[in-house]
T-cell receptor, first 112, second 118 residues
Framework: GEDVEQSLFLSVREGDSSVINCTYT??????LYWYKQEPGAGLQLLTY?????DMKQDQRLTVLLNKKDKHLSLRIADTQTGDSAIYFC????????????FGKGTTLSVSS | GAVVSQHPSRVICKSGTSVKIECRSL??????MFWYRQFPKQSLMLMAT?????????EQGVEKDKFLINHASLTLSTLTVTSAHPEDSSFYIC??????????????FGPGTRLTVL
């Protein structure tokens, strides 16, 4: 079945860049997403990328997609302590009306 | 933008009681809604797909008689945890896909309901 894998932890210093990696298995996924979850809170959509794109940049966030290798990454520039959270990678086919498949989440810890 | 609400945000109940959680799409219609469950420090696991006007589709291993889903209208789905036990304590999150077109790119998630069963 479909699977999404992420590294579980990442620790960076404030001001550095963070790169969170994700791999997925369903080549028919049309959209790939990054969600942020702060402690005790719901999911916040950070950004998403359509599968025929290689890169998407939105302010401090850069998403890179290597469709051949089924590899997705999220780069956060100038990481701040407020960026500390769990980041989930997800894949989906919204036009099919199906649920998203989530990775286990990467806990980002930012130290000052 | 599209908004999905959930009510209640937090509930504590005694073992053996039933708890109803509501999921509403506030400014768009959703013929389909999804219910997820998240245990502490774990990912979201899809429990079931709620379909307006028809029966819900449950994922393997999810007891349909324990987790009753009713999708009564195009903007409301409810999840009832029947005879709740401590092992049902979890964070329950619903989502609704955006409509085709401008909102069709993603799903919109509710803020979640934290259920604690004593």
């Amino acid at each position: 079945g479909e699977d999404v894998e992420q590294s579980l932890f990442l620790s960076v210093r404030e001001g550095d860049s963070s790169v969170i990696n994700c791999t997925y298995t369903d080549s028919s996924s049309t959209y790939l997403y990054w969600y942020k979850q702060e402690p005790g809170a719901g999911l916040q959509l950070l950004t998403y990328i359509f599968s025929n794109m290689d890169m998407k940049q939105d302010q401090r966030l850069t998403v890179l997609l290597n469709k051949k290798d089924k590899h997705l990454s999220l780069r956060i520039a100038d990481t701040q302590t407020g960026d500390s959270a769990i980041y989930f990678c997800a894949e989906g086919k919204p036009q099919a009306g199906t649920a998203l498949i989530f990775g286990k989440g990467t806990t980002l810890s930012v130290s000052s | 933008g599209a908004v999905v609400s959930q009510h209640p945000s937090r509930v504590i109940c005694k073992s053996g009681t039933s708890v109803k959680i509501e999921c509403r799409s506030l400014d768009f219609q959703a013929t389909t809604m999804f219910w997820y469950r998240q245990f502490p420090k774990q990912s979201l696991m899809l429990m079931a797909t709620s379909n307006e006007g028809s029966k819900a589709t449950y994922e393997q291993g999810v007891e349909k008689d324990k987790f009753l889903i009713n999708h009564a209208s195009l903007t409301l789905s409810t999840l009832t945890v029947t005879s709740a036990h401590p092992e049902d304590s979890s964070f329950y999150i619903c989502s609704a896909p955006g409509l085709a077109g401008g909102l069709g790119d993603t799903q919109y998630f509710g803020p979640g309901t934290r259920l604690t069963v004593l």
